[in-house]
């Protein structure tokens, strides 16, 4: 059984570019779930995808994106990047269903804004 | 908006003693708390959670025991090791089932000393 994986591990942009993050699900999962968690702070939850469309978001502007994939893998996209938006990203999977908010996450995608 | 708080950020014991992280919570609508446990460079992992009909939960050598009359949460580890040195956060949802999100608090860095 796979774990979480996420890609890049790290990643250095700068203000106004776009990144996207990857994300591949732990076999058997069919959710994704993605947080922010800026430096010395909780994850803070960005969006969650099921069945390969949004199924709740958090407090995020509209130029955090996301796609889910048949294959229950999952893109975050972020636009117009900001210097705020230095976090680590982390991505979690789960089943829907009893334990659904057991998340299984990822070690994230590191990203510094300059 | 309401949130999970802790009560301390840091906690330094020595290996063998116990440990207990306190958290506060806000949300008396929330009936799903669970304990991640975060390592440097990694994802959080999960530890245990209890739902809202219980006051005591116990795994291996974690004890969480939850007093909703004042909203509040712990954990505790017994004998704990150079291996537990982490930072450790609760989370709170609305429903175990819901799929919806977590909302964490801001993590008690827990250091065992040798």
């Known amino acids: 059984e796979t774990g979480v994986t996420q890609s890049p591990t790290h990643l250095i942009k700068t203000r106004g570019q776009q990144v996207t993050l990857r994300c591949s699900s732990q076999?058997?999962?069919?959710?994704v779930s993605w947080y922010q968690q800026a430096l010395g702070q909780g994850p803070q939850f960005i969006f969650q995808?099921?069945?390969?469309?949004?199924?709740g978001r958090g407090n995020f502007p509209p130029r955090f994106s996301g796609l889910q994939f048949p294959n229950y893998s999952s893109e975050l996209n972020v636009n117009a990047l900001e210097l705020d938006d230095s976090a680590l990203y982390l991505c979690?999977?789960?089943?829907?269903?009893?334990?659904?908010?057991?998340?299984?996450f990822g070690a994230g995608s590191r990203l510094t804004v300059l | 908006g309401e949130s999970v708080g802790l009560h301390l950020p840091t906690l330094s014991v020595q290996e063998g003693d116990n440990s207990i992280i306190n958290c506060a919570y806000s949300?008396?609508?929330?009936?799903?708390f669970i304990w991640y446990k975060q390592e440097s460079g990694k994802g959080p992992q999960f530890i245990i959670d209890?739902?809202?009909?219980?006051d005591k939960r116990q795994g291996q050598r974690v004890t969480v025991l939850l007093n909703k009359t004042v909203k509040h949460l712990s954990l505790q580890i017994a004998a704990t090791q150079p291996g537990d040195s982490a930072v450790y956060f609760c989370a709170e949802t609305l429903k175990e089932t819901s799929g919806s999100r977590l909302t964490f608090g801001e993590g008690t860095q827990l250091t065992v000393n040798p």
């Open positions: 076999s058997g999962h069919n959710t």
């Open positions: 949300n008396s609508a929330s009936d799903y």
């Open positions: 995808y099921y069945r390969e469309e949004e199924n």
């Open positions: 979690a999977s789960s089943l829907q269903g009893r334990g659904a908010n057991v998340l299984t």
């Open positions: 209890i739902r809202s009909n219980m």
